[in-house]
């Protein structure tokens, strides 16, 4: 399949879980792709490797435009690089709100306001935030997490509003727990993580983690053509969970 043939696209956070599962998506249907990363030493190609920090604005800057230098222009921006946080609002001290915001958030207004005069030339322009779950349900031990996914979603439809006219779409997912490198890790510092992903796969009513791949299809479909119309919209890759109430099963 080549239906993204002569787009051009550019994935932050694209050298594990999600991101890369989207930029790996995005190669195999054609385009042209640039993932920026902190580490982008285990990219090869078809796939565009740059250096990056979304907390910095320089940093950002320069991958954008050399990104954008040798793709001839930016198409789709996929805002996914981001950090995550345990605990409630007494758990995480001011600087790891600070740093986990300045990630989370910050990073996709450094990328998309980098990005921007790429994306007004564009015939095709898109932008898809990895946004969670988090942003819509409460979810225990998650407050800054959440706090910053709640940004994103909010700052996902002040985009759609503001780049419309333009002919930019903004779209968000949410995705609900997937099974990646940053969930993998959680599991491994758990008393019994054998235990913990069995609550985790309990939570979400299809009975098990989402998975990267399915997230990466709900992030390239919001980037392609085929939602030429589909703008400020949230689109939940969750296995259910935010808008399924089911009974206990019986016993």
Not at 18 to 28: C, H, K, M, P, Y
Request: include cysteine; charge should be negative.
């Amino acid at each position: 399949m080549s239906d993204l043939s002569g787009f051009r696209a550019l994935v932050t956070g694209g050298a594990s879980g999600i991101g890369r599962a989207t930029a790996d998506l995005l190669a195999a249907r054609g385009a042209d792709v640039a993932v920026l990363d902190l580490d982008p030493s285990t990219i090869d190609k078809p796939l565009r490797a740059y250096t990056a920090d979304v907390s910095d604005d320089a940093s950002v800057r320069s991958a954008v435009a050399a990104a954008a230098t040798d793709l001839r222009g930016i198409d789709i921006l996929v805002n996914n690089a981001g950090i995550g946080a345990v605990g409630t609002v007494e758990d995480n001290d001011d600087a790891q709100w600070h740093r986990v915001l300045d990630t989370n958030v910050l990073g996709m207004v450094r990328t998309t306001r980098a990005a921007l005069p790429h994306l007004r030339a564009s015939v095709h322009a898109a932008v898809v935030n990895t946004c969670s779950i988090a942003a819509t349900a409460g979810l225990p031990q998650r407050a800054l997490y959440s706090a910053s996914k709640g940004a994103v979603l909010s700052l996902t439809l002040a985009m759609a509003a503001d780049h419309v006219r333009e002919g930019i779409r903004v779209n968000c997912v949410n995705p609900g727990t997937a099974d990646t490198p940053w969930v993998g890790r959680l599991l491994d510092q758990a008393a019994d993580p054998a235990a913990e992903r069995a609550a985790l796969n309990a939570r979400q009513p299809m009975g098990r983690l989402v998975t990267a791949d399915e997230i990466a299809a709900a992030i390239v479909y919001l980037a392609s053509p085929a939602a030429a119309s589909v703008t400020g919209t949230a689109l939940a890759v969750d296995g259910g969970m935010q808008g399924l109430r089911l009974r206990p099963e019986a016993r």
